[in-house]
Nanobody
Framework: VQLQASGGGLVQAGGSLRLSCVAS????????MGWYRQAPGRQRELVAT???????NYAGSVKDRFTISRDNAKNTVYLQMNGLKAEDTAVYYC??????WGQGTQVTVSS
């Protein structure tokens, strides 16, 4: 399975973006999927995860602003990002289980 992330871009602070991660195959059997991000000079941060059960987890820095969801029928995981802040600027990567990683998509938030 290959993962293709998209949806990044340049947005003003307070704006919104929706990232998509489309898999080349079925994600139904992938128990956990999610998003990491990495900003220059900073450690990689786990942003959000979603389990096949629907349970979700979020980093404290994005809780109540970001929403992760998955559509197994479309083999896609989404990350809806609202109320974006300059500190959300990073390259965002999607992953599936322990084996699957997408290429990054750049999110830049201007203050």
């Amino acid at each position: 399975v290959q993962l293709q992330a998209s949806g990044g871009g340049l947005v003003q602070a307070g704006g919104s973006l929706r990232l998509s991660c489309v898999a080349s195959g079925s994600i139904s059997s992938i128990i956990v999927m999610g998003w990491y991000r990495q900003a220059p000079g900073r450690q990689r941060e786990l942003v959000a995860t979603i389990y096949s059960s629907g349970r979700t987890n979020y980093a404290g820095s994005v809780k109540d602003r970001f929403t992760i969801s998955r559509d197994n029928a479309k083999n896609t995981v989404y990350l809806q990002m609202n109320g974006l802040k300059a500190e959300d600027t990073a390259v965002y990567y999607c992953y599936g289980g322990y084996d699957y990683w997408g290429q990054g998509t750049q999110v830049t938030v201007s203050s």
